[in-house]
């Protein structure tokens, strides 16, 4: 069957073979809500921490540091990556990966509205799992619990870095924040879904002075992805120097969608991310957004979207929405920029040398306090691929399955899913389940994407008592083995199953 486990060996077997027993099990002793929330910070769904209790202002600077606040986070995540087909995928290899660790966030007390919050994380890698340092490369959703490069570079696995240090400055309903941060919109996310947040160097401000009305304001000057410890350009990516063994291509902007055309030697690495968002909901039950991002001589973005609130009955309600993608090309370029992963195959002779390129998605969600059911559509242009490295997905809350990049030109994707929240719902407090299926139609007549595929993804979430919190994630992708590239060849089989396993203690 396409998605029998197979026999897996060491703590892989032994970790995902107990797992489910071990979230039944909670689910019988737990007594919290399905959101994670205690008194100082609030677990959300997509894993962005809210914190619930903050230091209150003081008059002098000594109390701005007693009077400050801990955050504590013990932490870990766990995978296994099982290709269904490695013989028919060149250089693919089942592995596994482990980090332990958590963070450590500090925040003075605010004094005269200024404030300052440093964020310690570390991600460990026991050595027990692990995969070798020949074998770091073919590691898949795992990598981020450690730095390919550093193990490139020095051998070394683990990360200790800091993560978040910035000050703020706070009047009315205005922050103002500068330093290393974490910057929620749609374009970028933390996307803490691993050991340790995607963050930015930069300035921000978030206002919400206006009636109903929410603006963001971003001047990122570097990006700091999660598998990395420290900074480096929010675009360019840097291939190799065949003359050492360190893999350079990792120690720029090497999330997985950054456009590999866009090396530091064409575009440099001093390239900066300008964000304005503006949210607003003036109209009862609608909520309008409107998004600007811009990587000046490179590329533009404007997002509109649109979602309506309809009820029906006390506890039912039907909530449309749409969101429309706009990527203008400002990098006038000689070369050829389409394709993401450098193969222009397939595309228009028009488009190969531009960015412009445009998505659009449409979704349709049936909701009641506990229950979920949304059925999603995107759809991209024939032109270039959409650029966006900063985890904040384009078709992210539309389209997009866990691990999946469905934003190829051309590509059309179809989705269902259904999300139950048994303590909600007075059944299992604590619990709750989420369910995907997707249909991704990828253009089989472009090399450099992947083939037609379906995706199945499932969740199962516990909390434990009010500080911590147990997570069972599989996916399984079937992709089309028989599609033909240009020259003849098939494309690599990627089908494959994949399970996680994290644990959050918070103190």
């Not at 995978?79 to 028919?88: C, I, L, P, R, S």
């Not at 924040?177 to 691993?194: H, I, M, P």
């Not at 090396?263 to 109209?283: M, P, W, Y």
């Not at 900063?390 to 934003?407: E, I, K, L, S």
Request: hydrophobic share 35%; proline share 2%.
């Amino acid at each position: 069957m396409l998605y029998n486990l197979k026999k897996q060996k060491g703590c892989t077997m032994k970790l995902f073979k107990t797992t489910l027993n071990t979230i039944l099990l909670l689910g019988l002793t737990t007594t919290a809500n399905a959101t994670l929330k205690n008194e100082k910070i609030t677990l959300k769904n997509n894993m962005i921490v809210q914190y619930n209790k903050v230091p209150k202002s003081v008059d002098n600077l000594s109390d701005a540091f007693l009077d400050g606040m801990f955050y504590g986070r013990l932490r870990m995540n766990s995978f296994y990556f099982d290709w269904q087909n490695e013989d028919k995928n060149k250089g693919a290899k089942d592995t596994k990966v482990m980090g332990l660790g958590g963070s450590f966030i500090y925040k003075t007390a605010p004094l005269y509205g200024v404030s300052a919050t440093a964020g310690l994380y570390t991600s460990q890698n026991p050595s027990w799992c692990r995969e070798d340092t020949d074998d770091v490369a073919r590691v898949k959703a795992g990598k981020d619990t450690f730095s390919r490069y550093d193990v490139s570079a020095t051998g070394n696995y683990g990360m200790t870095v800091l993560a978040q240090g910035y000050i703020q400055y706070d009047i009315s309903k205005t922050t103002f924040e500068g330093g290393r941060l974490l910057f929620e919109s749609v374009f970028t996310k933390s996307n803490d879904t691993k050991m340790i947040p995607n963050s930015f160097d930069g300035i921000t401000m978030v206002s919400k002075d206006l009636p109903k009305t929410t603006i963001k304001l971003a001047w990122l000057a570097k990006q700091k992805l999660r598998d990395h410890t420290t900074s480096h350009d929010v675009i360019a990516y840097k291939k190799d120097d065949p003359t050492t063994d360190k893999r350079e291509n990792w120690s720029q902007n090497d999330d997985s969608v950054v456009n590999r055309n866009l090396t530091v030697e064409r575009i440099g690495d001093n390239n900066s991310l300008l964000i304005a968002a503006v949210s607003n909901k003036s109209i009862k039950n609608l909520k309008l957004d409107l998004s600007y991002a811009a990587v000046p001589d490179v590329l533009s973005n404007v997002v509109a979207e649109v979602n309506y609130a309809i009820p029906i009955g006390k506890s039912f309600k039907i909530v449309p929405g749409v969101r429309y993608m706009q990527q203008f090309d400002q990098l006038n370029a000689d070369y050829e920029v389409a394709n993401l992963l450098t193969n222009q195959t397939g595309y228009k002779n028009s488009a190969k040398k531009s960015l412009d390129t445009y998505l659009w998605a449409a979704r349709l969600d049936m909701k009641t306090k506990a229950f979920l059911l949304r059925i999603a559509y995107s759809q991209v242009a024939d032109e270039a691929d959409i650029v966006t490295p900063w985890r904040g997905f384009p078709t992210g809350g539309y389209t997009r399955a866990m691990g999946q990049y469905n934003w190829f030109a051309n590509t059309k994707t179809y989705l269902a899913k259904v999300s139950y929240d048994f303590g909600k719902a007075n059944i299992l407090k604590g619990f709750s389940i989420v369910g995907e299926y997707a249909i991704q139609d990828f253009d089989n007549d472009k090399d450099g994407v992947f083939s037609d595929s379906n995706v199945i993804h499932f969740d199962l979430r516990q909390n434990i008592g009010k500080h911590a919190q147990a997570k069972f994630r599989c996916g399984f992708l079937n992709a089309d083995d028989n599609i033909k590239k240009s020259n003849g060849q098939n494309k690599k089989d990627i089908s494959y199953n994949e399970y996680r396993f994290e644990l959050n203690y918070f103190f």
